[in-house]
């Protein structure tokens, strides 16, 4: 397994006291809180292709920490960040007159949830659209 850099890394995080980078190399990590304010220490573990093969053979994962007892710990195949969202661009509020359908304002909310209907020059300018 090989520590990666990820978007929110915020800290370069050196050996502990008492101890050099021989002995623990310097990793990427985001420090920041818990929603219930506990500090929480983020790293992001790449496994190699011969890791993913064992863990698809075996299913588990060893995890060892240098400390006498084990702290509390999440781990997690999700991304424990929120991923930023494109912004959107502003509906302009013209009459769409659609082939098929009863007529609606660009920016309307659609029958989807919390789909909002675009006349096609706003779709266009959305961010993937076009
Ligand atoms: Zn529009």
Redesign the pocket.
Known sequence: MEVIRFDECNVNMGPPDGMTEEEVETIPVHVGKFENGMPCTTVCLKLSDAELAEVQRTGVVWLQLMTPRMPPIYMSVLKPFEEPQPEKAP????L?MPEAGAPFH??DAGTADGEVR??D??KARQPGGG
Do not use: N, Q
């Open positions: 509906a302009c509020g013209s769409v660009c920016g675009l006349c020059p706003c």
